[in-house]
Nanobody, 126 residues
Framework: QVQLVESGGGSVQAGGSLRLSCAPS??????????MGWWRQAPGQEEEFVAA????????YYRESVDGRFSISRDNAKKTLYLQMDSLKPEDTAVYFC?????????????????WGPGTQVTVSA
């Protein structure tokens, strides 16, 4: 099974910005055929959906707490998924993961693959 690898995390102060990237570890993954999304997991908490982008590049979904601050995009030619995060808050602190989207319902999307990449740490200080 393909592994998706995340990058771009870091430590910023509240109000700052980060841009996350996600790309498959192998060239054979048909990235352009999958809806893609981001999830995050904070220490001691369950994984939660953050954002998703559909195949048409225009249809996007966001969890309510990041809507208006985060922007998801994709570049099929580069087989890369992005998450632009602006106006970051301490509560955005988490490890961020990407995955293909299996299904979406009630503004929440669920991952398709059971395995996850290493994730990228985002730390926002007050």
């Amino acid at each position: 099974q393909v592994q998706l690898v995340e990058s771009g995390g870091g430590s910023v102060q509240a109000g700052g910005s980060l841009r996350l990237s996600c790309a498959p570890s192998t060239s054979g993954f048909a990235f352009e055929q999958y809806m893609m999304g981001w999830w995050r997991q904070a220490p001691g908490q369950e994984e939660e959906f953050v954002a998703a982008i559909l195949l048409d590049h225009r249809s996007t979904y966001y969890r309510e707490s990041v809507d208006g601050r985060f922007s998801i995009s994709r570049d099929n030619a580069k087989k890369t998924l992005y998450l632009q995060m602006d106006s970051l808050k301490p509560e955005d602190t988490a490890v961020y993961f990407c995955n293909a989207v299996g299904s979406c319902r009630a503004n929440t999307c669920h991952p398709q693959f059971n395995s996850w990449g290493p994730g990228t740490q985002v730390t926002v200080s007050a």
